[in-house]
Every structure is written in structure tokens, then in C-alpha cells.
């Protein structure tokens, strides 16, 4: 896939996408019923079709601000049973596609999950020998600490198979910090919250 660049003050960012699905959203965002994205005219055609569907891209960034080397979530990732069919056991190029635009996995040295959803945890680990490893063994992988607490309830409602493919396996060997939802992670990059999806 094409990867798009974008360089901001002294810092460069890389997109990596993983996948583009092209289908009625209002199942992700209920206003976007096939009428009211059709009214948008500047949609068409690069982020929806004429007929009302929208083009949704899972994808990856990459904040490169010095010797940094920030992987801003790990889209949906392979080998992974999910409910949604096209994101079911994929076995796509991601790894590779990150390795040609510059970034093989062994030098990204944190990870930024910016929520823990499918979508956004997935490449924290690969199947090796039948395991869940760490995909970016040398990061360290960042969560929200209060996103990360809310999960820790009973009723949180976290998919235990995502857990146990994607989260837990990080966890267990120890790569995780959690962070303030406002953290500086280097002198130009600061986390800034943005509630909503």
C-alpha cells in the first residue's frame, strides 16, 4: 500500500495502512446513513462512494521526531479471530509494508495505543510457535492509565480474546507503561485528548 508523509515543525509522520473497506458506516457512526454522506459533496470520491458508502482505512502512524521512532497504533494485525469478516484471520503485508517505508519492527521504540479497541491493538503481537510475542519487542508499549482502569472493571465489556491475543502478552512481558491521557512523550510530541472515536 502507499504510504503518505507529512513532516510538522521538526517532526516527520508516516502513514501505514493496513486495510480499506469500502460500506455503509452508520454501524460505526449512526448518523452516517447513506443519505446524509451523500449531502457531503467534497467526500466524493477519495473517502466515500456516490452512492452513500464510506471508505474506511485501518492504518498506522509513524512520529519520527529525532531518534524517536513512535508507532501511533497497531491497526487490526494477522492470524486474529474477529467477529467482523474482513477483519477475521487476515493475513496481510503490514509488517513488510512497515519495513519498506523504513521502519522494520525491531526499530520502533514505543508503541502508542491511543484506545484499546480491535482496530487500534492488534499488531502489538504476532503468532510465533503457536504464541502471542511482542511484534516490537525493544518498545515500550503506552496506554492511557485511566482508559486502562476502566478496562480492569468486571463489566468493562473487553473482548477477553482480544485481551488475551493483543494486550495481555505485552503486559506479561512487562513493555507496558501507562500514561496520563496528557503525557509529553518528547519535547515536540504531547499527547493531546480527543474523546470520541
Same mark, same amino acid.
Given at each position: 500500500m502507499t504510504s503518505n508523509r #507529512?513532516?510538522?515543525?521538526s517532526v516527520r509522520i508516516t502513514e501505514i495502512p493496513e486495510i480499506t473497506t469500502t460500506s455503509a458506516a452508520h454501524w460505526l457512526l449512526p448518523d452516517a446513513v447513506a443519505e446524509e454522506v451523500r449531502k457531503i459533496e467534497w467526500l466524493q470520491p477519495?473517502?466515500?462512494?456516490p452512492d452513500g458508502k464510506v471508505h474506511m482505512t485501518i492504518r498506522a502512524l509513524v512520529i519520527e521526531d529525532g531518534d524517536r521512532r513512535i508507532l501511533v497504533d497497531t491497526c487490526l494485525g494477522n492470524d486474529k479471530e474477529r467477529p467482523v469478516p474482513a477483519w477475521n484471520m487476515l493475513d496481510g503485508p503490514f509488517l513488510?509494508?512497515?519495513a519498506a517505508a523504513g521502519f522494520p519492527a525491531e526499530s520502533i521504540d514505543t508503541v502508542l495505543c491511543t484506545h484499546l479497541h480491535v482496530d487500534h491493538v492488534g499488531w502489538n503481537t504476532r503468532l510465533v510457535d503457536g504464541e502471542w510475542v511482542p511484534t516490537f519487542p525493544a518498545a515500550r508499549y503506552l496506554f492511557a492509565e485511566a $482508559? #486502562? $482502569?476502566h478496562w480492569q472493571q468486571e463489566d468493562s465489556g473487553m473482548d477477553q480474546i482480544l485481551r488475551a491475543d493483543s494486550i495481555q502478552p505485552v503486559i506479561d512481558a512487562g513493555l507496558v507503561d501507562l500514561v496520563a491521557v496528557d503525557a509529553e512523550l518528547t519535547d515536540h510530541v504531547t499527547l493531546v485528548p480527543t474523546p470520541g472515536h
Open positions: #507529512w513532516t510538522v515543525g477519495h473517502y466515500a462512494t513488510d509494508d512497515l $482508559e #486502562w $482502569e
